[in-house]
């Protein structure tokens, strides 16, 4: 099977008007995005930011959670939180899980818009019988702000397709995206 990494991205997605900006780090996805990587079983959730006040900030959080009063407070926080690893590209999260695995991975776009080409669209199911039958290690990438930028979509293996509900409304705040998506990938059959 696969052994699955995501990547939270700040840095290159989307603004409401379309343009590619870097977003703002909160304290609630690194939360969520770190007990998912835990309750998933996943080795490591990569924040990606270029801007090091944005990492400086990340840092801060993940110290008091993970030393001290926090991780005496709430040591299953800490637990969580010792998942999240700071880099400041794709390239790097991709580099380091080379590193690891000894192949680097594929890698795996996450968007809300339905896209034109088809090629490289995966459905829930394709995607969960290709983790089951491939020893390759994939990154699973989240967009921030209104999502990731297409430069960044180009250059993924493959792309998942959207979360649809029973309306129309299509835009889930990236925490509760992740929780979807890895459910769907990687959650047990038997629920």
């Known amino acids: 099977m696969s052994q699955v990494y995501i990547g939270l991205v700040h840095y290159p997605v989307l603004n409401r008007k379309n343009e590619v900006i870097a977003s703002a780090i909160t304290s609630i996805d690194l939360h969520d995005l770190g007990r ?13 930011t270029p801007l090091v006040d944005q990492q400086d900030l990340a840092k801060r ?9 926090g991780k005496e407070h709430h040591p299953n926080r800490a637990e ?25 991975p594929e890698i795996w776009a996450t968007s809300a818009r339905k896209r034109e080409k088809k090629a490289h669209l ?13 020893s390759n290690p994939v990154l699973l990438l989240f967009g921030t702000a209104w999502g990731l930028a297409p430069d960044l979509i ?23 995206a992740a929780a979807i998506i ?10």
């Open 61 to 69: 959080l993940i110290k008091y959670w993970c030393e001290g009063t």
């Open 122 to 134: 995966f459905t829930y199911r394709e995607a969960r019988i290709h983790l089951a039958s491939s």
């Open 36 to 48: 998912l990587a835990c309750t998933y079983d996943l080795p490591t959730c990569y924040i990606i």
């Open 154 to 176: 180009e250059k993924c293996d493959r792309i998942l397709t959207p979360i649809l509900g029973k309306s129309n409304y299509n835009h889930l705040s990236v925490r509760c």
């Open 80 to 104: 969580a939180l010792e998942l999240l690893k700071l880099v400041n590209t794709t390239e790097e999260a991709v580099e380091d899980i080379g590193s690891r695995e000894g192949v680097n």
């Open 182 to 191: 890895l459910d769907r990938l990687l959650g047990r059959e038997d629920t």
